[in-house]
């Protein structure tokens, strides 16, 4: 073949494996550009800010059902950890959005949280926003749910617990009237009735605690607590009483554990379980407090030295009004309401309280918490600047 030929021939080959070339590295820019904007999507100019100022619960997933964006309402009722949504059901409604491309509203009862039995009634709307993304808002009602059985539980309660310390009034009254020519007799009445009138404040100011809980949301506010921090001020709420009878409050444990939920419930939740560890501990006796952090689940512990707990009474100890020992819960004025405050306050935090106790071996009262994730909260949504 003539030279001339085999030059152009080459050119030509050149030519064309130049183009390929030049084709392929076009497309693999072209597919790099499309998983780059996959990766990196960029929410709707305003939804971010929209999100932080909800105070209902907002949600906004990607095509991936990654939340790339959750409002504060959204992490105080455990519908999100870790960038993800926690229930299968509301997971199973916006996959149905996404395939049908309808917007749903739907009235589901979901579990609070990871463990424990307290479940929240949502109104959750699912919709399409934009092309890509998908908005979930749920609108919490488990209060509407809840109030006629807390009117029902409330007025069955106090007309059973009332009456008792009501008729004591009456009948010390009449023993005063009786009595009123004998200073010594009038003054121990009037100590008894002094003492009655103090256990039904005492009943009265724990049926109203009970009933908020059981009544309201308590976590409209909520926010990042340091456990250490509430275990800190319930334990300087029961020093004085501890040390009048030589008991040695003694704390320890994970300080750096944090949960999503509201301060003062939580110092009420453990201020109430120390508060009854001294009640049923002997006098020279030490309560323990400690915390750790296990699987993205922070446990309360408190533990006394007391009589324990009858094994068939284990089950009961958080109802309303139970005493274990009712000669005792007398004497040290209690009301049987506060295991029963405990372990509301504890599920409107979406978690848990268990008990372990023997007889004659003390007693350990549990509190399990989901840990916090400040992932959700305060990763930026993608696309935004920081």
């Known amino acids: 073949m003539d030279s001339t030929w085999l030059v152009l021939l080459s050119?030509?080959?050149?030519?064309?494996?130049g183009a390929g070339f030049v084709a392929i590295l076009h497309v693999a820019a072209r597919r790099g550009a499309r998983a780059a904007e996959v990766a990196s999507p960029a929410v709707p100019d305003g939804v971010d800010q929209v999100i932080d100022a909800l105070e209902s619960a907002g949600v906004v997933l990607d095509p991936s059902n990654n939340v790339i964006k959750a409002s504060p309402g959204a992490l105080s009722i455990g519908l999100v950890w870790n960038q993800a949504l926690v229930h299968p059901r509301l997971v199973e409604l916006v996959d149905r959005v996404r395939r049908t491309g309808e917007p749903i509203t739907e009235e589901c009862e979901l579990a609070r949280g990871p463990f424990g039995d307290a479940n929240i009634h949502l109104s959750v709307r699912v919709a399409r926003l934009g092309a890509r993304y998908i908005l979930l808002l749920a609108e919490d009602r488990t209060e509407s749910f809840r109030l006629e059985n807390v009117r029902r539980d409330f007025v069955a309660n106090?007309?059973?617990?009332?009456?008792t310390p009501i008729g004591a009034v009456g009948l010390l009254a009449e023993a005063l009237d009786s009595a009123s020519d004998d200073?010594?007799?009038?003054?121990?009445?009037?100590h008894r009735l002094s003492e009655e009138s103090q256990r039904l404040a005492r009943i009265t100011q724990d049926i109203i605690e009970l009933s908020r809980l059981q009544a309201a949301d308590a976590l409209t506010g909520a926010e990042v607590v340091s456990v250490t921090q509430a275990i800190s001020s319930?334990?300087?709420q029961n020093r004085v009483a501890a040390?009048?009878?030589g008991i040695e409050l003694a704390m320890r444990?994970?300080?750096?554990?944090?949960?999503?939920?509201d301060e003062t419930l939580l110092v009420v939740a453990v201020h109430n379980l120390i508060?009854?560890?001294?009640?049923?501990?002997?006098?020279g006796s030490r309560v323990g407090i400690g915390v750790r952090t296990i699987d993205g689940v922070v446990e309360i512990a408190v533990t006394d030295q007391g009589e324990g707990i009858p094994e068939e009474d284990l089950d009961r100890v958080f109802e309303r009004f139970f005493r274990v020992d009712q000669a005792r819960s007398r004497h040290t004025g209690g009301t049987g309401l506060g295991l029963a405050i405990v372990k509301h306050a504890v599920q409107n935090h979406g978690g848990d309280i268990r008990v372990w106790s023997q007889p004659g071996r003390g007693s350990t009262f549990t509190i399990r918490l989901p840990e916090a994730s400040h992932d959700a909260a305060a990763r930026p949504a993608i696309g935004e600047t920081t």
């Not at 508060?275 to 006098?283: G, V």
């Open 11 to 17: 050119l030509a080959l050149g030519l064309v494996v």
């Open 158 to 163: 106090i007309s059973h617990e009332l009456k």
């Open 183 to 190: 200073p010594e007799q009038v003054r121990r009445f009037a």
């Open 234 to 236: 319930a334990v300087d």
């Open 243 to 245: 040390e009048a009878r």
């Open 253 to 261: 444990g994970d300080k750096k554990a944090e949960v999503f939920g």
């Open 275 to 283: 508060s009854n560890a001294i009640q049923y501990s002997p006098s």
